[in-house]
């Protein structure tokens, strides 16, 4: 490739593995575009606490045009991906169609109701702030409409939450609603009392947080007991419907009633993959090569969640932002020795470098791994914090956010209690034909 | 009334007039019920920069509940106001009726488009989070659809917003708008350049601002100017339509193509005072006697946007905050005198107190009226944000937000600038049929 010649890379996604890409690959003879659906980037790691009222939708989201405002090679597109043809190297958007020297696929994952779609409707699942600002929403309109409600059957079914999936976001979720209704809510009604409301968590493997070790999972589920989280391993789901999850567990079937219903169970990779017409997984994911290249397209990468690769003990790279994030520095390197050395430069293999997990159940209450030190309760609380609050202060860039959150963190209470969007709520039931007001 | 038997204050609405009351009114043998149909008490004073991507809604936005939180005497209820039947002393809500010893109607103003309601559509207003949340992602979508358009009139258009209405709420949007531009956006685009955007702003009068003295209208359009806003004075709105304004002005007639055009022109009282059978004025406003109870109803009092009441000078009380706080007290002493020594208590008329008016139009812009004492530019804008600041801290008690707002007003970031709530707006324009995507 010559050096006059522009290549044109084209990013798709500006998620973890999207946005590190287009911040660090950079080349004199390389124009990038970056397309996402929406206008920003998404801390997703804390976007279970605008769910839960913790935070403002802004606090975890930042423009993506602002972010590489300084890059005057790189242009954000903000349009949907309606396809992609690798043999034209041509990608389809809502409003223009942009051909491409290089392509890096970095859409993320949607949430998966395994064959289920038809649930999605009764049990939304949090991916988007969309997502997440809808569960705050009708999670706080059930305690007010548990206010107001003479009927004691209904009243229990509003204060009722399901958190369907016991992996890191299905825990998050689970221990923050219940550390809403028992310190946050607990003192503002006069008619409830928010500690009596329930929320259960339903896992279908034997114990939450499979990822981690046994006696990590062990120590969550206490966790969790103390915060008054009512837990169900061993637990399937058989059916979804409205305000009711039908699950068959070790007392056999039993239909759980429930206003809100959160699905933390599974994940796919973007849809858009399925017509590239190259090898998947179940989940959606391309079986990439070692470099993380399409096989058949040296010229097109899959990162993140999109992408099917195993790290050196042949386990699969979990779908977490550092993996994202290291796989967008590694694709950036395979393209940067391309068009310093040709086509026929050799790509080294991926390498997953696994800094640990961890995984946080409410305040004080966390459990974390790093190599072989496993920590649990008030220590791999301080960590969670510790890192959570170093990304979002160098990711920011505001101190104000920080100290405003430590501060509502350590009060209990909850800024971001606030309910809004209900003219187009009200729009989406009636377009719905749903009977809820 | 006997000390034993208990009197039952029913407040609608918790704007700044209902909460005031709700907070400041105590009395043993009294309790308090407190009905707005949100959820938060709005710092509405800041709304504007909601709407301009400058704050989270959360940030000017606090649960109801909990600031009543230590108050066993209030309840608060989260419902609409069906209809008020005074004859007999009873609220209909969405979901109960509350008999009532005393009625504080507190219910505040909605946007009005003088007999033209058929505008609101495509000219929407500024009273609530979801006004604010809407037109900050109507505002923010045009300029993203503006870069990715080949058509230059639809480009054009995109980057256009017009204002109605030359009040404190139209000069601030309109500062805030231009600042957007012109400093917040100015970097992040490549194939447009945002500080060419046009914001109109339409005043029907000769002057802006024409509750303050003439020449501060003056220094405030000239500072408008500066800010890149263009100003149409002497302008009438013949009609609204999708996208288009029609105006007649000092030029003729003229159609106005603007992608966003917002409403700033008009408040009227809240419709429920419609079917009160007692007298209003043009706007629906309440005219109450001194005591700011409603005649023939010494039990009811109006206060805030919805009540029509003279100050010494024989002008009517503006519709602003502090008046409908002063009123709040006021109410509350005569309740008080009432529920001590009886009807028969002598009932002390409303004195209204102004304090100083302010309209701020941008960064170190703003005109300011205390007293005798006229001033505008860097101090007038230092003396507004000193007040609101004070005011934010005081009611919020969140030195987070106020850092954080600070950093970012001061560094022309703007951390709001986030897009949400496209899944409902889709849904709501296919309820609408509207052909926009």
């Known amino acids: 490739m010559s050096v006059a010649k522009q290549s044109h890379v084209v990013v798709l996604g500006a998620g973890f593995g999207g946005l590190t890409f287009a911040r660090e690959f950079q080349h004199p003879t390389a124009r990038i575009t970056v397309v996402d659906r929406t206008n920003h980037h998404l801390f997703q790691p804390l976007l279970y606490q605008v769910a ?3 935070l403002a939708a802004p606090d975890i989201a930042q423009p993506i045009r ?18 992609v043809d690798l043999r034209r190297r041509r990608v389809v958007l809502g409003g223009e169609e942009l051909d491409y020297d290089f392509l890096v696929l970095a859409l993320g994952g949607v949430t998966s109701y395994f064959g289920h779609s038809e649930w999605e409707q009764f049990a939304p699942g949090l991916k988007s ?39 890191p976001t299905g825990v998050e979720l689970a221990g923050a609603f219940a550390e809403l209704s028992r310190t946050v809510l607990v003192d503002d009604f006069r008619r409830i009392d928010p500690s009596q409301a329930r ?6 493997s034997p114990r939450i947080l499979g990822h981690l070790p046994p006696e990590l999972s062990r120590s969550a589920e206490q966790q969790l007991a103390t915060l008054g989280v009512e837990l169900r391993l061993d637990c399937r789901v058989k059916d979804v419907r409205r305000h009711a999850v039908e699950v068959e567990g070790a007392n056999g079937p039993e239909i759980l009633r429930a206003e809100n219903i959160i699905w933390a169970a ?13 090898e998947l997984d179940r989940a959606g994911r391309v079986k990439v090569f070692p470099d993380l ?11 993140g969640d999109l992408a099917l690769v195993s790290d050196e003990d042949g386990k699969p790279v979990p779908g977490v932002s550092p993996a994202a994030m290291q796989m967008a520095r590694h694709v950036g390197r395979v393209i940067d020795r391309q068009l310093e050395r040709g086509p026929a430069a050799s790509r080294p293999a991926f390498r997953y470098w696994d800094k640990g997990t961890m995984a946080t159940i409410g305040r004080s209450a966390a459990v974390a791994k790093v190599g072989n030190f496993e920590f649990s309760g008030l220590l791999a609380w301080l960590a969670w914090l510790f890192i959570h609050l170093l990304f979002l202060v160098g ?6 956010v920080l100290l405003h959150w430590l501060y509502s963190y350590c009060t209990y209470k909850r800024g971001a209690r606030i309910v809004f969007g209900l003219d187009e709520r009200n729009a989406t039931n009636k377009l719905a034909g749903s009977e809820r007001t």
Do not use: C
């Open 52 to 54: 839960t009222s913790g």
């Open 266 to 278: 599974g994940v796919a990779a973007a849809p858009v993959t399925r017509a590239l017409g190259v």
């Open 395 to 400: 990711f920011r860039n505001k101190a104000g």
């Open 293 to 303: 290249s399409v096989p058949g397209f040296p010229e097109v990468f899959a990162i």
């Open 129 to 167: 702030l969309d997502d997440a600002l809808r569960i705050r929403r009708e999670v706080l309109l059930a305690f007010e409409r548990a206010e107001t409600t003479a009927d004691p059957e209904l009243r229990r079914q509003l204060m009722t939450i399901v958190v369907v999936g016991g992996g």
């Open 66 to 83: 602002s972010i590489l405002a300084d890059r005057d090679d790189v242009t954000v597109l903000m349009d949907e991906v309606k396809s």
């Open 199 to 204: 929320v259960i968590l339903i896992e279908g």
